[in-house]
C-alpha cells in the first residue's frame, strides 16, 4: 500500500500539469479569437480546401470563374451608368440652379414629359420672369464636310441663351453674336471635332465647314471638360 502512495503522489501530479496545460490552451485560444486569428486560419483553412475542390474539377472551376468575370464585368457596367448619370456631380457652374422643363398631358394620364415646341417656349421665355436665362436645343445627325469629304456628325442647334445657361466659356474664339443668332450661319465646335479633324490648329476661327452643303464659319470651340455630357455634340449651329 506504501509503494502505490508514491505512483498516486506522481498520477496527481501529473493530473496537476495536465489541468495547468489545459488552462494554457484555453487562454491561448481565447486569445486568438479576441485578435481575430483564428477567422484568419479558418479563412485559409477554407480557401485550401476550396483550392482542391477546383483542382479537381477543372471544368467546374472554369464556369466558376467565368460566371464570376461576367458578373463583375455586369456590376462595374451598372455602376458606371449609375455613377454617371445619378451619383456624379454634374459639370455645370451652379448645378443646382438649372432645371429641365417639358409638357405634360396630365388630363389624359401621361406621366412623362414631352419635348417643347418653339412657339411655346418663346411665349415662355417672354412671359416668365423666375429664370435668369432660358435656352432651347435641337441635335440631330447631320452631314458635315470639313475638306473634300462628308461625314455624319452630331449638330445641335441652340437658342441664344444656350451658353448663359450654362456659364460655358470657349477654350477658342467666341460665342455665337446676336447677328450670328438671328441669321448668318456660323458654328462651335467640340473639343474633340476639333482635334479630330482641325488637329487642334489655334488658328482654326474663321476656316469654314459645310452643313447640307452651306457653308458655316467657325467661331468658336468648346472647352476639353464639356458641360454637355448628355448632349455630346460636335458641334453647334446657327442659321
Request: proline letters at 5%; glycine letters at 8%; hydrophobic letters at 40%.
Amino acid at each position: 500500500m506504501s509503494g502505490c502512495r508514491p505512483k498516486s503522489s506522481e498520477s496527481g501530479s501529473l493530473s496537476s500539469r495536465s489541468g495547468n496545460s489545459g488552462s494554457g490552451i484555453a487562454i491561448c485560444t481565447s486569445c486568438r479569437d479576441t485578435l481575430g486569428v483564428r477567422f484568419i486560419d479558418d479563412l485559409a483553412r477554407d480557401l485550401r480546401y476550396a483550392w482542391r475542390s477546383l483542382r479537381h474539377a477543372p471544368g467546374f472551376s472554369a464556369l466558376v470563374v467565368l460566371i464570376m468575370a461576367l458578373g463583375i464585368g455586369a456590376n462595374t457596367a451598372v455602376f458606371d451608368v449609375v455613377n454617371s448619370v445619378l451619383l456624379r456631380p454634374l459639370a455645370y457652374r451652379d448645378a443646382d440652379r438649372i432645371v429641365t422643363l417639358g409638357t405634360s398631358e396630365i388630363a389624359k394620364g401621361a406621366s412623362d414629359f414631352q419635348q417643347v415646341s418653339i412657339p411655346n417656349f418663346q411665349d415662355w421665355h417672354n412671359q416668365s420672369s423666375s429664370f435668369e436665362a432660358m435656352a432651347y436645343y435641337g441635335s440631330r445627325e447631320v452631314p458635315v464636310m470639313t475638306g473634300e469629304t462628308a461625314e455624319y456628325a452630331k449638330g445641335t442647334e441652340v437658342s441664344p441663351e444656350f451658353f448663359r445657361a450654362f456659364a460655358v466659356e470657349p477654350r477658342i474664339g467666341r460665342f455665337f453674336t446676336a447677328e450670328e443668332m438671328k441669321s448668318a450661319g456660323a458654328a462651335i465646335v467640340s473639343y474633340s471635332f476639333w482635334q479630330d479633324h482641325f488637329a487642334a490648329d489655334p488658328s482654326v476661327v474663321g476656316r469654314t465647314i459645310r452643313v447640307y452643303g452651306a457653308p458655316y464659319p467657325i467661331v468658336g470651340v468648346l472647352p476639353r471638360v464639356s458641360a454637355f455630357r448628355t448632349i455630346r455634340p460636335s458641334g453647334f449651329l446657327r442659321g
